[in-house]
């Protein structure tokens, strides 16, 4: 069985694609957030892989993929996952997203039902406006400038070691400072600086997210959705857990756990994602049910709605 520390490459689109995968059964695709890369999902990966294959992409932009002067919107990032999938012979996934990866997620879902089993959204993107100022800041003009100057090589250790030391500490504003260091070292890569903002440009502004589920969030219903936070969030409030659709999802949040609660509690993660799994059969794609549903918009009951189409109303 290949292992998590391993990062293989396939070329889509001209465009060189990293990703790890390991493991066997029904296929997870994780997708990781901003800034970050696959490796964000290496304490959980081993766990999930004993029941499932687990492949986790660095996206577009980000890690080892390339980072081209391309597409960035939220759209191009799920064609590409189902380019991905495709080229690995792959049909459908029960995909998990961590904050962008959440949105990048929800997309995917929307854009290929037929190819979506489940929907895992952790701390995710794309529920509520709010988010935190250091990633609004990154809309703004010349900020650019103003990071490439922030890690340069002689400033960028001192920094990075010193958001590491204060993430040992015991205190909720600092729990998440390990991976900021990550994210703010990748940024001293003008390529991937570019691709993030180029991201940020298409989802946010300085006053917070304006691409937002919710006025598609009914969709939902039509596929089991799990939702993850953690209590302490620093990054996207886990108040925007109660704005999921919550009729049909499952939403945990854990305690004593900051934006990446896949890492604050891996073992727990894992478990609440076996459980779903477990517990919800996965969603079966019918082009007359989602026209209907599209049909009626929020109004409708899904009771009332078979694979046909708007059950016809009695009495």
């Known amino acids: 069985m290949e292992s998590v520390e391993d990062v293989q490459h396939v070329l889509v689109h001209g465009y060189r694609r990293a990703y790890r995968i390991c493991g066997s059964g029904p296929v997870l695709l994780l997708l990781h957030g901003l800034g970050c890369d696959s490796s964000t999902w290496a304490p959980v990966m081993p766990a999930l892989a004993e029941r499932y294959t687990v492949i986790a992409p660095d996206l577009l932009g980000h890690g080892e993929s390339d980072k081209p002067d391309a597409d960035y919107s939220l759209g191009a990032y799920a064609n590409g996952m189902r380019d991905l999938l495709t080229v690995l012979g792959i049909d459908k996934v029960t995909v998990v997203g961590h ?95 570019r691709a993030v903002q180029r991201v940020t440009s298409h989802v946010l502004n300085w006053r917070g997210q304006f691409v937002t589920m919710t006025d598609r969030s009914y969709l939902a219903r039509l596929m ?92």
Do not use: C
């Open 99 to 193: 904050s962008f990866g959440g949105g990048v997620a929800m997309q995917f879902a929307y854009q290929f039902p037929e190819r979506t089993e489940r929907v895992v959204l952790v701390s995710t993107g794309g529920l509520g406006k709010e988010v935190t100022p250091l990633i609004r800041l990154l809309t703004v003009p010349g900020s650019g400038l103003a990071i490439g100057a922030a890690t340069l090589g002689p400033l960028r250790p001192l920094v990075s070691t010193a958001m590491r030391t204060l993430a040992r500490l015991p205190m909720r504003a600092t729990r998440d400072l390990d991976e900021v260091a990550g994210i703010y070292e990748a940024l001293a890569d003008p390529a991937q600086r």
């Open 224 to 315: 089991p959705v799990l939702v993850v936070w953690g209590r302490d969030d620093m990054v996207i409030p886990s108040a925007h857990a109660d704005l999921a659709p919550t009729d049909v999802s499952d939403v945990h949040v854990l305690e004593d756990s900051g934006h990446f609660p896949h890492k604050d509690h891996p073992e727990q993660f894992a478990r609440l994602v076996t459980e779903f799994i477990d517990h919800h059969e996965p969603a079966h794609y019918h082009r007359g049910r989602w026209r209907a549903v599209l049909r009626r918009g929020n109004q409708y009951e899904l009771e009332s709605v078979t694979p046909e189409g708007v059950a016809p109303a009695t009495g």
